[in-house]
Structure formats: structure tokens, C-alpha cells
């Protein structure tokens, strides 16, 4: 969440930064309202606790007749406060509600508009002219069928649709791309961990996923968790409730993890193959830093991305997402979309955030620094979703007969260069 004090000293910012996202600006007004009634309210409790505490003075000096009478006015008191007490309470919860509802900040100059109205950064990369190699483009599943690498047809009868297997050098080209960016992200200084699937609902609220991508979460109640659409809810509530010392900032963690996504708002889009599904395992990076730190960090975790898709010798843009599509957490964002030859388009394969000091405010992190305890800003970036990094290999790597050409840094993770067609 933002910073409280923002509401009462700079709170046209934040309607800007309303407007930016396409959100209600009456939502400032709201906590502005809100805020009012709390302070208020904390005011006549605390006066009220002082005349409580003068009475108990009196009552203990009073004498014997006049006592009872102040021990009555006491009692009365006592109601009164109590009362004040829960005024109090109401008006701090529903403060904190409507906070917890209210977008992180956009940067002021993070491109205007909704979803198709982000800004080509930067392209890297040639794709290839298949047609000029004398043949035609098949797509990841044509491919991933003749190197009995992918199993959508089992997928659906085992969990349903929008579910797979990988299969064969399917499962070897995971394990080889797991390995490749847990090696590289351990060279640029992640400290690597396996996180759980499963987290409380603090944890899932406080990275802010409860917001406009609940629709999108799985939820067990007969055991109140979520499963995690991405390890940056488990990386970020890692240190959740603690003071960490400044001294040792940036921390930097690399998180592997399955990821569940219902992918509610997308009916009938990418059903074939294995672009858009329920479940998927991804390598993450994460940053926790300075708040003043931020933009740096940002930079070099885009920098890391950029790398690791470059080594593997896949065409792709950076892409600066605009405001109105970006998450309750995230301040700026950039994305990297790798080409797709069979739909002749680049499509979305990481993806970078900079959620400056709203995650943990939410969580309840900071840092003790030369000038006191405040916040840390923390980061997060895609390095590999794996599904989606499978699609850029096969689609850019094929063959006139099937098979698929290695990436260099693979081979030594995957024991070959060529994958071939199946026999069966």
C-alpha cells in the first residue's frame, strides 16, 4: 500500500496516478473522508482515556462520601470509552480497507493508456525468413507431437483442458532450461530457492494478487490458502513482518516454483498448445533494496532478462507496458515478447516489475537504515516460464523435417544438439 500520509499531504498526485490507470479518482476522496473520521475518532478515544485516567486519580484521593458518586461518574466514563474505543477500531479498519484497495503510484512518466498502448523499447534479433529456406513454419504443437514432447490430448483427460505432459525430451528441455537459468541467475548473484505453491492469504493480499487478478487465483478453502500464480507472492512474503538490516541491501533471490493460473478472462484465446495454461513452473527473480535503489535495480533485472533470452538465440522486443495495464503492485513494468514464427508476431515471455515500497508496506517490511526504520522498495522479474520459453525454441529452431536445433548454452544441460522426430 502507499504510504498513509500521502492522502492528506499530496492527494491530487494520487488522483493523477488514478486517472493514469483508468481507476475511480473517488477513491482518493473516499480515504481522504476516511481518514478524517479515523483521526477524528483516535482524537476523542485519547481525550476521553485522559479524563478516564484524571478520574481514577480523584477516585484514589476522593474521600470517603464522595467516593460513591465519583466511583459512579467513573462507571459511566468507562461505557463512554469503551465505546470510543470501538468507534475508534471501526474507523481504522474501514481506513485500512479502503488503503488496501488503493493501486501503487504510477511513475509519471510511464506510457498513458490500456493494454495496446505500450511503447516498443527496443528490438533485438532478426526472425528468420522461412519462406526464403524453402519451407513453412510449423507451430510448438505440430513440432512438440513429432518429438513426442507434448501430450495435450492426455493433459485434458487427466486434469481438463488447458493442462499438458511433457514428454521425452519435452521433460529433458524443461529440466535443461531449469538448470541453464538457476546456473545464470546464481552467476549474477541469486541466492536460489525452492518456494512453496501454497501460502496464506497474507501472503497473497500483501503482494497485492487478491486486487484485479483474483479472478485468476485458485483458492482451497478447507484449508484457507492459494495456490501462487507466480513465486514472487512466496519470495516477497519471505521476509514479511521483519526489520532487515540495510547494510546487507539489495537481497537478491532466484525462486523456482510450480504456478497456477485460471486464466478466467480468456476464453477462447491460445487454446491450442501450450501458450496460455493452468499450470506452468517458472524461475523468478526478486529484490528486495532501497527504495532509492529501485530504478537501478529494475534496470539490471531487465538487463538479466534480455541475456538470458538473447543467449538462447530468440528474436524479441522490450516493451514498456502502459498504465492502464499494469497490477495493483507494480509502479513501471517492462515486458519482453519473443517472436513467434507461426503466428508471425512477438507474444509476451517475461516480464519485469518495480512495485517501489507498496509490497512492503503491505507485508510489513523494512529495513533499519542510517536515518531510522522505514520500508524497502522490492522487484520482481520473470527469467524463465518455462512453457512459454519451450514455444520460442521449437517455433525458432526447427527444421525442414521436424526436428529442432539445439541452443548452444542448452547442450550441456540436454546431452545433444538435435532433437528428432519421434519413432512412435
Not at 511503447?119 to 513454419?137: I, K, S, W, Y
Not at 492502464?324 to 513494468?333: P, V, W
Amino acid at each position: 500500500m502507499i504510504d498513509p500520509k500521502l492522502i492528506r499531504t499530496d492527494p491530487d498526485s494520487l488522483r493523477a496516478a488514478q486517472r493514469a490507470r483508468g481507476e475511480s479518482e473517488g477513491l482518493v476522496d473516499e480515504l481522504i473522508t476516511a481518514d478524517e473520521a479515523r483521526r477524528g475518532a483516535i482524537a476523542r478515544f485519547e481525550a476521553l482515556r485522559a479524563q478516564q485516567k484524571d478520574m481514577g486519580r480523584q477516585v484514589a484521593r476522593a474521600s470517603a462520601e464522595s467516593r460513591p458518586g465519583l466511583l459512579a461518574q467513573a462507571k459511566d466514563l468507562a461505557e463512554t470509552v469503551k465505546a470510543a474505543e470501538q468507534e475508534t477500531s471501526q474507523a481504522e479498519a474501514r481506513f485500512t480497507e479502503l488503503l488496501m484497495t488503493l493501486p501503487n503510484p504510477v511513475f509519471d512518466d510511464v506510457p498513458q493508456g490500456g493494454e495496446d498502448d505500450f511503447h516498443v523499447l527496443q528490438t533485438v534479433g532478426t526472425p528468420r525468413d522461412f519462406a526464403a529456406e524453402g519451407f513453412e513454419a510449423r507451430d510448438h504443437l505440430e513440432l512438440g507431437e513429432l518429438l513426442g514432447a507434448i501430450d495435450m490430448d492426455r493433459g485434458a483427460k487427466v486434469s481438463g483442458s488447458r493442462f499438458y505432459f511433457l514428454t521425452g525430451v519435452g521433460a529433458l528441455l524443461e529440466l535443461a532450461l531449469t538448470q541453464y537459468a538457476v546456473s545464470r541467475a546464481v552467476e549474477w548473484g541469486f541466492n536460489p530457492m525452492i518456494v512453496p505453491s501454497l501460502v496464506k492469504p497474507s501472503a497473497m493480499d500483501g503482494t497485492g494478487f487478491l486486487g484485479q487478478s483474483a479472478q485468476d487465483v485458485y483458492y482451497l478453502p478447507a484449508d484457507d490458502l492459494y495456490l501462487v500464480g507466480t513465486s514472487e507472492v512466496a519470495l516477497a512474503a519471505y521476509h514479511s513482518d521483519e526489520i532487515l538490516d540495510a547494510e546487507k541491501l539489495p537481497l537478491r533471490y532466484m525462486g523456482y516454483s510450480p504456478c497456477f493460473r485460471r486464466e478466467a478472462g480468456s476464453y477462447g484465446k491460445d487454446t491450442r498448445g501450450i501458450f496460455r495454461v493452468h499450470w506452468f513452473d517458472k524461475v523468478e527473480m526478486f529484490v528486495y533494496c532501497r527504495p532509492e535503489d529501485s530504478e537501478a535495480e529494475h534496470a539490471k533485472i531487465l538487463d538479466f532478462e534480455k541475456s538470458f533470452i538473447e543467449s538462447l538465440g530468440i528474436p524479441f522486443q522490450v516493451l514498456e507496458v502502459a498504465s492502464g495495464d499494469l497490477g495493483m503492485s507494480a509502479a513501471r513494468k517492462y515486458d519482453c515478447y519473443g517472436w513467434v514464427p507461426s503466428q508471425q508476431r512477438y507474444r509476451e515471455i517475461t516480464s519485469t516489475s518495480n512495485c517501489t515500497q507498496f509490497q512492503a508496506r503491505r507485508l510489513n517490511i523494512r529495513a533499519r537504515y542510517e536515518d531510522g526504520v522505514g520500508p524497502v522498495a522490492t522487484l520482481n522479474g520473470t527469467l524463465c516460464a518455462m512453457t512459454r520459453m519451450i514455444i520460442m525454441i521449437l517455433e525458432n529452431n526447427q527444421n525442414p523435417d521436424g526436428s529442432v536445433t539445439v541452443p548452444e548454452p542448452l547442450r550441456p544441460f540436454l546431452g545433444r544438439e538435435v532433437l528428432t522426430p519421434s519413432a512412435g
